[in-house]
Every structure is written in structure tokens, then in C-alpha cells.
């Protein structure tokens, strides 16, 4: 009789600074709960481990002390004292969550991010993270995951500090870089020769000033068995200089080791057949349905009801990266020469809300809400035409693989994950499934809104579009089968 060769459950441990449901920033906290979980329900025990926030809505996730008075070595320094404390949903297939409690470097601080003591914060995580997995018996992961620059020291404290205890010299090193502008120390454009942090040297006490300097991301890159990226042209970008921040070199000396999978969306949350936010449920085979719900959100921004007029729309923060430099040299002669309506959702940097808080005034055809929301999104989605992302880079994105499962068609740049997600369309073949510009400047971007504008004119052809963008599949499914296959090589390579 033949048995099918069953391979042993991977045991994991996510490494971040933030993770829903329990505190989310960006996009790393939704990566920290949807991979995690999609890995669980594949049979594996996967498991996340992030700061205890003050923020943490302690009844609606009742925790348990698992470890108290854990003792966090600082050399040459007092040691620090942390308890680390245990969420488990009771649905199996939920990750279970730890959280490492200080009230010093985490619960006397209102956010996340951009303090301070953020390099002292995030190294006692790393640290904090290998005194846990040596303390506690009952549960210890074949690999760890350490996420951008906040988990950067994980891998190096684990190759050097402790590469020869009994139980963190077993366990293999994984770094998942979302973004590598931001690399824990202040700005590398501005480094001083003297100031420069090789990634060889020790790493620093937590409390000493020195770790101001240090390099948490180029670390992360050095000492990690596997490097990995949000997406794979993301990956292959970063290894130039253009798009390498610095670190371009260091990741060509280790490109073998180097890859990139695509982040994935929850195809539960978003859905336009079920979801509570869309008014008028649809999908590829009635878009008929999609087109009312053009009115609700015409309605929710005080436009005017208009069935036939293209919608344009931006949910993004509103930052450099975004690219939103191209909106403001371009969006004025475009609202003066074409008939659509134009949305801004989301909040960011002062230039760019008072750029559109301006626009607003000045178009009737134009409606913003410059704050975060989480309903509002979902309105955008499958109620607007086109989605803009002209970004300058683009580690994944998950905005326009959100728009395309609603059927909004991107105009992006291609660039990072939008190259990966999105594919241009082709008139002559009739295949694509949004519409992309490469180089960085107002004319190619304004020559590509031009051409999405007079598509639109063909509804036959634009809902082939939005037909081909709505079965794209970027499920977290497909995502974390590439992530095992990574895993298990990081696995083979650390026992080699």
C-alpha cells in the first residue's frame, strides 16, 4: 500500500512591532495576522509575538501571564525586567499571541512608533524574544520571523550573542523587509563616515547611546539564513541603487539568499458579494449591480448624481513614497479638461492635505475626507471607476489589490508589488487588468490618466477589464504556500 509522505508542522514565531487585531499602523500589521493565521489553518503552529501596548483593549483580549519577572540581559547594564503574557482566541485556527509587558519601554507610550527610545524599544523586543524562547519549555519555534527594522537585531543577537546556546543555536532566522527606507537609526542619507554602522561590530547595550547608531535593518539582512521581500520585483529592485537606500551592496552579497513573495488580501473581508459596507452586492457577473452603488457613494462625498461620469479616487496615506508629488503637478489641468469626479480618502503629510483641502474648495467635481477610516474604503472600492497609485516605491501595496477584487481598475506605476499585482492593459490583445506608467514624472502619469480616461468611454471593453481584475488571485492561500516552500528551504540551509 502506498502512504502519501506527510511533512512535519513547521512551528513559527512572528517577531513585530504591531499585529491585528491588537494594534494596527500599516501594513505590517495585517501581515502579522493574516500569514500567521494562514499558516495555521494549513496545519502548521504558527505564532506572534509583539509588544504589550497600553492601547490593548485588556477585556475584549484577556491575557495570561505565562512568564513573569523574565530577566532581559543588557551587558554591562542592569538587566531589564519584562513578563511576557499570552492571547489564545478560541478558534484553533487563530494564532496564538505573546506579548512582551514593560511598563518603561511600551506602556507608558501612547503609539507605536516615533519616540525616542524607539532603537532601545525594539531591541529589547529582539532581546526580550530570545530570553522567552530560552525560559519557556512548553512551546519553542524551528524558525523565527523578524519584521523590518524593529525586529532587525533578532537574527544578529541569535548568529553571534547566542550562537551557541543549547536552544536559540536550533532555531533557523527569517527577515521579512516591508520596507527598506526606514532602518532604525536616523537618516542614512545624512550618515557621517565616522557614524557608519558596518553590521560587524557588537551591537550595543539597550540603554547606550551608541544603539542610536546602529543599523537595525542592515543587520536584519546580514545575520538572517533567509531574507525575504513583500513582493518579487521588489525584491530585485533593491538590490540597485536606485531603489537600495544604502544597502544595495550588502544585499547583492547576499541576493542567493534573497526572495520575494507578494503579500496577499483577505478575500473574506474584502467581498463584494457579503460585505456589510457595500450597499449593492455583486460580482464579475453582475456589474450591472456595481453601478448603483456609484450613487451611494456620490451621495456619501455630496457629489452630484451622476451615472455616467468617471470617478477617480485615492485611499492612501498621503505621503511622498505615494507619489503624490505627480497628483499636485498634474490633477488641476486634468479636472480643467476632462469631466470626472475626483475623491481623496485618507490623512499624512501637512503639504499634501493642505494641497487637496484646497482642491476640494476650488472643484465642485471634488470631494476629500482627510482623516483614516475604515468604513469609507469599502464605499470607495465598489463605488469609484479608478484607483491612483502613481508611488515612487512600492514594497507590495495592498491598496490596488483591494480596488481590483471590488472591480476599481488601478492607474499605478510600475514599480515594486504593482508591477507584480497589476498588468497594463493591452488594446490589441485585450488582456490587463489596470493601467501602468514607469517613469517618474507628470507626463508619463498624465499621459496614462488620458489614456484610462478614454477606455472608460468603451463600457464593453472597461468591464472586461474590471472582469480580469476581479479574478485575479491574491489570496493569502497562494501567498502562504510560497512562504512554507521559503521556510523549509531556510530550514534545509541553517541544518546544512
Not at 499571541?97 to 532601545?120: I, P, R, T, W
Amino acid at each position: 500500500m502506498d502512504f502519501i509522505k506527510r511533512s512535519k508542522p513547521l512551528k513559527i514565531l512572528f517577531v513585530g512591532a504591531e499585529a491585528v487585531p491588537f494594534v494596527k499602523i500599516g501594513g505590517l500589521g495585517e501581515f502579522l495576522y493574516a500569514l500567521p493565521k494562514a499558516l495555521s489553518e494549513l496545519g502548521h503552529d504558527a505564532r506572534v509575538m509583539i509588544p504589550k501596548y497600553a492601547t490593548i483593549d485588556a477585556e475584549k483580549f484577556p491575557m495570561t501571564t505565562v512568564i513573569e519577572g523574565l530577566m532581559v540581559s543588557d551587558p554591562d547594564h542592569e538587566d531589564i525586567v519584562c513578563n511576557v503574557k499570552k492571547y489564545e482566541n478560541n478558534n484553533p485556527m487563530e494564532p496564538i499571541n505573546y506579548f512582551l509587558e514593560n511598563q518603561e519601554y511600551y506602556e507608558k507610550h501612547s503609539s507605536v512608533y516615533g519616540y525616542d527610545d524607539d532603537a532601545a524599544r525594539w531591541a529589547l523586543l529582539c532581546r526580550g524574544t530570545i530570553e522567552f524562547m530560552r525560559s519557556y519549555k512548553e512551546w519553542r519555534p524551528d524558525i523565527i520571523v523578524a519584521n523590518d527594522w524593529q525586529g532587525g537585531l533578532l537574527p544578529n543577537y541569535m548568529k553571534c550573542e547566542y550562537k551557541d546556546d543549547p536552544v536559540i543555536s536550533k532555531i533557523a532566522a527569517v527577515f521579512v523587509i516591508h520596507n527598506l527606507y526606514f532602518q532604525g537609526m536616523f537618516d542614512h542619507y545624512c550618515i557621517s563616515e565616522l557614524d557608519y554602522d558596518d553590521g560587524k561590530s557588537a551591537v550595543p547595550p539597550i540603554t547606550d547611546s551608541r544603539l542610536l547608531k546602529t543599523n537595525f535593518m542592515s543587520r536584519g539582512i546580514r545575520f538572517a539564513d533567509i531574507i525575504s521581500t513583500v513582493s518579487p520585483n521588489y525584491a530585485r529592485e533593491i538590490t540597485t541603487l536606485e531603489y537600495g537606500e544604502f544597502l544595495d551592496t550588502l544585499l547583492q552579497e547576499r541576493r542567493s539568499h534573497l526572495h520575494g513573495i507578494l503579500n496577499g488580501i483577505s478575500y473574506d473581508r474584502y467581498n463584494p458579494e457579503t460585505n456589510p459596507y457595500v450597499e449593492f452586492k455583486y460580482n464579475a457577473k453582475s456589474l450591472g449591480e456595481r453601478r448603483k452603488n456609484k450613487k451611494i457613494l456620490q451621495q456619501k462625498f455630496n457629489l452630484d448624481e451622476r451615472n455616467d461620469v468617471f470617478i477617480v479616487a485615492i485611499v492612501s496615506r498621503l505621503n511622498e513614497q505615494k507619489g503624490f508629488d505627480l497628483v499636485i503637478e498634474t490633477i488641476k489641468p486634468l479636472l480643467d479638461n476632462f469631466d470626472f469626479q475626483f475623491v481623496v480618502l485618507g490623512s499624512g503629510e501637512s503639504k499634501y492635505l493642505s494641497f487637496f483641502e484646497e482642491l476640494d474648495k476650488m472643484y465642485p467635481q471634488v470631494a476629500t475626507h482627510l482623516l483614516n477610516d475604515a468604513i469609507l474604503p469599502h464605499v470607495i472600492y465598489s463605488g469609484a471607476d479608478m484607483i491612483v497609485i502613481p508611488s515612487r516605491f512600492e514594497p507590495s501595496g495592498l491598496t490596488q489589490m483591494e480596488a481590483m477584487r471590488y472591480g476599481m481598475i488601478p492607474l499605478a506605476r510600475k514599480t515594486g508589488g504593482l508591477a507584480d499585482s497589476v498588468n497594463d492593459y493591452n488594446p490589441q490583445e485585450q488582456t490587463g487588468t489596470g493601467f501602468l506608467f514607469e517613469k517618474y514624472d507628470q507626463y508619463a502619469f498624465f499621459g496614462t490618466f488620458i489614456r484610462a480616461f478614454e477606455t472608460y468611454k468603451y463600457p464593453t471593453i472597461w468591464q472586461g477589464i474590471q472582469k480580469r481584475a476581479m479574478v485575479a488571485n491574491f489570496s493569502w492561500e497562494k501567498s502562504t504556500k510560497e512562504y512554507v516552500e521559503l521556510f523549509k528551504r531556510a530550514l534545509s540551509q541553517f541544518n546544512s
